[in-house]
């Protein structure tokens, strides 16, 4: 190893970016919509167990039931609806996504996610330079390398 030029090894983020064809397109909007058809599934699991629950709470209870069950059903609905209201933001998220998709232009380079690379650096390199890095997919494959290498 040559002392006089020391060298580092550092971690940089290095964008992803994918350039929009119709095949990205299809694809992202088959991934998208299976997400949402999950969480559909979601919601209606949740809410059969929490129809159980409450029903098994009922089962067991005194009639006519008293403040503790009463208590016990209220929070069993609570929980259901706070775990609902979450599955339906993520939900409206998604299906925002999906709009964004179908308005995307062919051939417009869109973000697509970072990750993380090495790379190394020694006297005299222009630090800022070697930090902005991205690559640019067309159908995942790689089409081009910006930046400072």
């Keep these: 190893m040559d002392v006089s030029n020391p060298q580092l090894l550092l971690k940089r983020v290095v964008n992803v970016k994918v350039i929009v064809t ?15 058809n999950q969480l559909d599934q979601q919601l209606q699991q949740l809410d059969l167990e929490g129809q159980r629950a409450i029903a098994a709470i009922q089962k067991q209870s005194l009639q006519p039931p008293g403040p503790q ?25 998604l299906l925002q996504n999906l709009q964004q998709v179908q308005f995307l232009e062919l051939d417009q380079e869109v973000n697509q996610f970072q990750m993380e690379g090495f790379f190394r650096v020694e ?5 800022i330079s070697k930090m902005q890095v991205e690559v640019v997919l067309r159908d ?6 910006r930046g400072d290498i």
């Design 22 to 36: 119709p095949l990205w397109k299809e694809e992202v909007q088959q991934q998208l919509q299976a997400n949402i």
């Design 123 to 127: 006297r005299g390199d222009n630090l």
């Design 69 to 93: 069950t009463l208590q016990q059903i209220d929070n069993i609905q609570l929980q259901v609806n706070q775990k609902k209201s979450e599955l339906l933001e993520q939900k409206n998220q």
């Design 140 to 145: 995942g494959v790689v089409e081009d390398i």
